[in-house]
């Protein structure tokens, strides 16, 4: 099983930036998909953003031109940066790793906007 660790949330006024980080246990580069969700209090979780093993970038059309996903392979490390961040932007934000057609899932990490 993969532990993954997310990082870099908090408190940030409308506008603002903030950049999240995913940490994984073994190797990223055998992945199928990597990526992000959110869920908003009483809300689903929904998807965001994900980055498959060609490097290929997938957003959702609520943070596209907004929010940029990467990979540092060398690392194990996942990031998103968020920028021109709104209040509908909070949530809990969780990252997951499909290695070997298995899922894993971060504990998730508060990201809340507001002035």
């Known amino acids: 099983q993969v532990q993954l660790v997310e990082s870099g949330g908090g408190l940030v006024q409308p506008g603002g930036s903030l950049r999240l980080s995913c940490a994984a246990s073994r190797s990223i580069a055998e992945r199928n998909i990597m990526g992000w969700y959110r869920q908003a209090p009483g809300k689903e979780r929904v998807f965001v953003a994900s980055i498959n093993s060609g490097s290929i970038t997938n957003y959702a059309d609520s943070v596209k031109g907004r929010f940029i996903i990467s990979i540092n392979n060398a690392k194990n490390t996942m990031d998103l940066q968020m920028n021109s961040l709104k209040p509908e932007d909070t949530a809990v934000y969780y990252c997951?790793?499909?290695?070997?057609?298995?899922?894993?899932w971060g504990q998730g990490t508060q990201v809340t906007v507001s002035s």
């Open positions: 997951y790793l499909v290695v070997f057609s298995i899922t894993n």
